[in-house]
Nanobody
Framework: QLQLVESGGGLVQPGGSLRLSCRAS????????IGWFRQAPGKDREGVSC????????AYADSVKGRFTISRDNAENMVYLQMNSLKPEDTAVYYC??????????????????????WGKGTLVTVSA
């Protein structure tokens, strides 16, 4: 059974850092495209970052470019999202998702990469002083 479980969320002050983890089971992450998404209170879910199958082509939302980094550890079957210089507007539940043989398009707005097949249940990130 394919499963994604996020962890690493919590409370952090503005300007701080967090690393989110996504543990995959039932499939090999190297064969899947992986995405990170978030949903803030009262807002729609939005794409944050995406890593393609194979060549690992990466894309980021404009709002996080230069601050967030997506990575993948094939040996551990893990995916990460390193988040630096966090802002209060980054507060949201963060989800990882996966889709087999997925190529990440360039970012084209908040609905980017939204059609992935498999989703975790999310981890809450709160950025507040």
């Amino acid at each position: 059974q394919l499963q994604l479980v996020e962890s690493g969320g919590g409370l952090v002050q503005p300007g701080g850092s967090l690393r989110l983890s996504c543990r995959a089971s039932g499939f090999a992450v190297e064969r899947y495209g992986i995405g990170w998404f978030r949903q803030a209170p009262g807002k729609d879910r939005e794409g944050v970052s995406c890593m393609s199958t194979g060549d690992g082509r990466i894309a980021y939302a404009d709002s996080v470019k230069g601050r967030f980094t997506i990575s993948r550890d094939n040996a551990e079957n893990m995916v990460y999202l390193q988040m630096n210089s966090l802002k209060p507007e980054d507060t949201a539940v963060y989800y990882c998702a996966a889709d087999e043989n997925y190529w990440c398009s360039p970012y084209r707005g908040s609905r980017s990469w939204d059609g992935m097949d498999y989703w975790g249940k999310g981890t809450l990130v709160t950025v507040s002083a």
